[in-house]
């Protein structure tokens, strides 16, 4: 999973996650509204990368247009 990953920015293998509220500036607002993210934090450089959470998912393949 992503926590076993390097960070992309520093190299660093220290990862933090938590599942949060996304601020709602950051919220895709409409079909995933109270919809929660897990972010990773690296440890090293306080990079962070935001995952919706698993549970969600059904939801954005649900709502959200497939990439081609
Ligand atoms: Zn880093």
Redesign the pocket.
């Known amino acids: 999973m992503a926590q076993e990953k390097s960070?992309?920015?520093?190299?660093?293998r220290e990862h933090f996650s938590k599942e949060v509220v996304p601020p709602a500036e950051l919220l895709p607002v409409g079909p995933l509204h109270g919809a929660k993210y897990r972010i990773v934090v690296?440890?090293?450089?306080?990079?962070t990368r935001w995952f919706v959470a698993e549970r969600f998912l059904p939801l954005v393949k649900e709502k959200f247009e497939a990439e081609q």
Do not use: D
Request: aromatic share 8%; proline share 0%.
């Open positions: 960070c992309v920015e520093c190299g660093g690296c440890g090293a450089c306080g990079f």
